[in-house]
């Protein structure tokens, strides 16, 4: 098999991996609307549970996974794993090697605050008005992002989430 070949293949799996996840999300996303919201969460277990799933593609980075705090809410336990899930995994891919991905939880004034935080390179200034298009741009994964960006939009609006 020449190189081209083995190049066109390789490119050609890599996009077939991209369409089943998004469709994937897609089908996931159908289903969000009526998704049962009334289990009772206690966010450190889960934030354990994520750890030790992301831990091999952490471990690839040498990226060290802590968090503090704890916190309890009803909804949809399915959803907010996702939900933390991704965020977490964004947090490892996009983060500099040696580095650190941190989630606090918080509870104040009867609200949950979850904040994930990485040593990512960060958007650039310029293009921070426009983060969706910068991060289409620069990661080269519009319909996942796209796709991912609406399931986040979802869960945040189902809960009434405050996003930043």
């Known amino acids: 098999m020449s190189n081209d070949t083995a190049e066109f293949l ?11 996840q998004m469709t994937k999300t897609l089908l996931e996303m159908s289903e969000l609307r009526t998704v049962e919201c009334k289990d009772t969460i ?7 549970e994520i750890f030790t799933d992301l831990a091999p593609l952490a471990e690839k980075k040498n990226i060290r996974l802590e968090y503090s ?14 939900l933390l899930f991704n965020l977490t995994e ?38 921070r008005l426009n983060r969706i298009c910068f991060f289409l741009c ?12 609406s399931f986040y939009r979802t869960v945040v ?8």
């Open 10 to 20: 390789a490119l050609l799996q890599e996009q077939n991996e991209r369409m089943s």
């Open 90 to 127: 964004n947090a490892i891919r996009y983060n500099r090697e040696n580095a650190s991905v941190i989630i606090t939880v918080n509870e104040k004034n009867n609200q949950l605050y979850i904040r994930v935080k990485d040593n990512g390179y960060g958007i650039p200034e310029q293009y």
């Open 157 to 164: 609006q189902k809960y009434n989430f405050p996003y930043k």
């Open 69 to 82: 705090g704890n916190g309890m809410m009803i909804g949809s336990d399915t959803l907010i794993y996702r």
């Open 42 to 48: 206690e966010i450190a277990p889960m934030i354990e």
């Open 138 to 149: 620069y990661h080269r994964i519009c319909s996942i992002f796209v796709a991912l960006f």
